[in-house]
Structure formats: structure tokens, C-alpha cells
């Protein structure tokens, strides 16, 4: 499998997170308001009619078109807590399957990945906050740490190969 593959969802991965938390908050919000009807006035929808429309006669009583509306809004509600997790299931599997590949890596290892990818540190800095955190007899250079990230990224190609080859366009 290609290394570019790895490292594009390395670098991605951050952001696939937050996506998948933010909505997951929303999500949670959502689901509160439902189970506690009560603790809300109204959800802003928009228009209560369609633009260019005329203006009919309001048909019922306040009350009525307060229980319709708010009916109406816990329907909208459930309906976009289904759209959004729908939205970040394919984020979650993915970010999943990096984390357990992730798991496969050495402290070391994994530092250096996470630096250069999650954090977009230069390899200078990668340098010496490695050697401050270990603290080895054996001082690693950047060419060292290279050559650990290297193999760090076939390792976790190996193992993720099955999960992104799935995805592969094939000519």
C-alpha cells in the first residue's frame, strides 16, 4: 500500500476527530431537548410559511399551533440526529481503525507520529522534544528519527491496508 495514503489520513485526522465530537454534541443537544420537551420554547425553523405566499387565517388556537409546532420540531430534531450520524460513520470507522493501528506502535514511535502529523512539528522540534521525553544514552538525530517514522508508517500500512484497499478505484 502507498505511505502517501497513510500519511494523508495522518494529517487528517485531527480534523475528522473534532468533526466527529462537534457532532456528537450536537447529537447529544438534540436528543436532551427531545427527552425534555419542556425545557425549550421553540426551534427556530424558519418561515412559518413559504416565501411569496399570501397570508392566511390563522386556523386553531395559540395553544393548538404551539403543540403542532413543537411536535413538529422534536419530528425535526430526530431527523437531523439521523443525518448526522449518518454524516460522521464513515470519520468514526476511520478514525477507529488508525487509533488500533496506532496501538501497535512504540511510545517512541507513536510520539513521532503524532508530532509530525497531528502536530505539524518540524523535524528539528520533533528532535528535541524526542531526546527531552526519553531521555537516552544515545542522542537521535533527525536522520534517526526519519528513518523510526518510516518504519513506524509501514508498520501502520501493513496494518491498515485492508481497510483503505477497500476504497481503492480500481482502473
Not at 3 to 15: Q, S
Not at 77 to 103: C, F, H, N, T, V
Request: with cysteine; hydrophobic share 35%.
Amino acid at each position: 500500500m502507498n505511505i502517501k495514503i497513510v500519511e494523508n489520513a495522518l494529517r487528517d485526522y485531527k480534523r475528522k476527530k473534532s468533526v466527529i465530537e462537534t457532532t456528537l454534541a450536537r447529537i447529544k443537544n438534540y436528543k436532551d431537548t427531545i427527552n425534555d420537551p419542556e425545557s425549550f420554547t421553540h426551534i427556530f425553523l424558519g418561515s412559518p410559511r413559504e416565501p411569496g405566499m399570501p397570508r392566511g387565517t390563522t386556523v386553531g388556537s395559540s395553544v393548538e399551533i404551539a403543540i403542532e409546532d413543537k411536535e413538529k420540531s422534536i419530528e425535526l430534531l430526530r431527523e437531523w440526529i439521523k443525518d448526522d450520524q449518518s454524516r460522521i460513520y464513515p470519520y468514526q470507522i476511520e478514525i477507529e481503525q488508525i487509533d488500533g493501528a496506532m496501538a501497535a506502535l512504540t511510545k517512541q514511535e507513536r510520539f513521532i507520529i503524532e508530532c509530525k502529523y497531528f502536530e505539524n512539528m518540524f523535524w528539528r522540534d520533533i528532535e528535541i522534544n524526542l531526546n527531552d521525553k526519553f531521555r537516552q544514552q544515545n542522542y537521535i538525530t533527525v536522520e534517526g528519527i526519519r528513518k523510526i517514522n518510516k518504519q513506524a508508517l509501514e508498520l501502520l500500512a501493513k496494518i491498515l491496508e485492508p481497510y483503505y484497499m477497500r476504497f481503492k478505484v480500481k482502473s
